[in-house]
């Protein structure tokens, strides 16, 4: 079982309504959580960080986390074209160093205008 | 700008060649991490260091790649004799000293190597 698990996509979404990115992570990555964006070409972007049970609010985007049933999600309130790019779900691994980050393979978003 | 700064950008080497990756952190950042990423594929941990310390280098390769920290300078990722398989986009991220439960990592813009 990979550590942190993405679906690839493409996710496609009309301009305007919400997106919706999922990620599950096995017992061996449990301590923090984070969402990058990476367009084409280009590196990652962080856009949200959480470790505590419950959701967290930035902007136009929400990050839940539930530890019970492992899984992380990211929703994108408004989505908007300039979103359209892959987004990176991202863990600690609580068997090494704390700052040893193991990201999903990615989900590509598609905002359709 | 006091981002994550990577050079050089593009790099080309003939197989066989050495390469070499630099990084400079951010401005308060002590904290250097190393990723790979292949075409298509997601992004792979492979060193983390401190000045002057490798801190956790589960993903390097064991053969042909290296990396370092000094005290004045740069972070440098060092490919030696490198193949075609080493081809990839190589990241740097830094982070500030570790306070508190999450360690948020940036990241450079990136050094595309291509080996030929």
């Known amino acids: 079982q990979k550590e942190v698990e993405q679906n690839s996509g493409p996710l496609s979404v009309p301009e305007g309504a919400i997106a919706s990115l999922n990620c599950t992570y096995s017992d061996r990555v449990s301590q923090s959580f984070f969402w990058y964006r990476q367009y084409s070409g280009k590196s990652p972007e962080l856009i949200m960080s959480?470790?505590?049970?419950g959701d967290k609010e930035d902007g136009r985007f929400t990050a839940q986390l539930n530890k019970a049933s492992q899984y992380v999600s990211l929703l994108i309130r408004d989505s908007q074209p300039s979103d359209s790019a892959t987004y990176l779900c991202?863990?600690?691994?609580?068997?090494?160093?704390?700052?040893?980050?193991?990201f999903g393979s990615g989900t590509r978003l598609s905002i359709r205008p | 700008n006091a981002g994550v700064m990577q050079n050089p950008r593009h790099l080309v080497r003939r197989r066989g060649q050495e390469a070499r990756l630099r990084c400079s952190p951010m401005k308060g950042h002590s904290h250097v991490y190393w990723y790979r990423q292949l075409p298509e594929e997601g992004l792979k941990f492979m060193v983390y260091?401190?000045?002057?310390?490798?801190?956790?280098e589960s993903g390097m390769p064991k053969e042909r790649f290296s990396a370092e920290f000094p005290k004045e300078g740069p972070s440098i990722l060092r490919i030696q004799q490198v193949v075609r398989g080493d081809s990839a986009a190589y990241f740097c991220?830094?982070?500030?000293?570790?306070?508190?439960?999450?360690?948020?990592?940036?990241f450079g813009p990136g050094t595309r190597l291509t080996v030929t």
């Open positions: 260091l401190q000045k002057e310390n490798i801190i956790d």
């Open positions: 959480i470790y505590s049970n």
């Open positions: 991220a830094s982070s500030p000293p570790s306070a508190g439960a999450i360690i948020e990592q940036y």
């Open positions: 991202a863990a600690t691994n609580i068997y090494s160093s704390a700052s040893k980050i193991i």
